[in-house]
């Protein structure tokens, strides 16, 4: 990233309830190819936040160009792998991979 013209992108996704704990479980190693992955593809300083209550998922990450960075994910065999796995937990799973539901939440203050 040249931060430059860094994009901060927050998302939500919806766990289902009862597999929250195996969501967690399921993050405590992920694969090293995956995460090779995701830094090659431009995402960097990427966190993931979960209230446990209700499954709700906050993600956060920077990168210079989000929806090439998706682009670039989407083109990986590991990452289709890891997005069949993870489809399980989530809410309208059966419709489309986790990372397919990703919205950007419109970002309307910063206080660098």
């Not at 996704?13 to 597999?19: A, G």
């Not at 083109?75 to 289709?80: D, V």
């Not at 399980?88 to 919205?103: K, L, M, N, R, W």
Request: net charge negative; glycine share 8%; aromatic share 12%.
């Amino acid at each position: 990233m040249s931060g430059a013209t860094t994009q901060r992108v927050c998302f939500l996704l919806q766990l289902k309830p009862d597999r929250v704990e195996d969501y967690l479980q399921a993050h405590q190693e992920v694969w090293p190819e995956m995460l090779e992955a995701l830094r090659a593809a431009g995402w960097g300083n990427y966190s993931l936040f979960l209230r446990p209550a209700d499954g709700l998922v906050v993600g956060y990450l920077e990168t210079d160009d989000f929806a090439l960075a998706q682009q670039r994910m989407a083109q990986t065999e590991i990452n289709a792998k890891w997005q069949a796995g993870m489809a399980q937990y989530f809410v309208g799973g059966s419709q489309a991979d986790p990372d397919e539901q990703i919205t950007p939440l419109a970002e309307y203050f910063h206080l660098a």
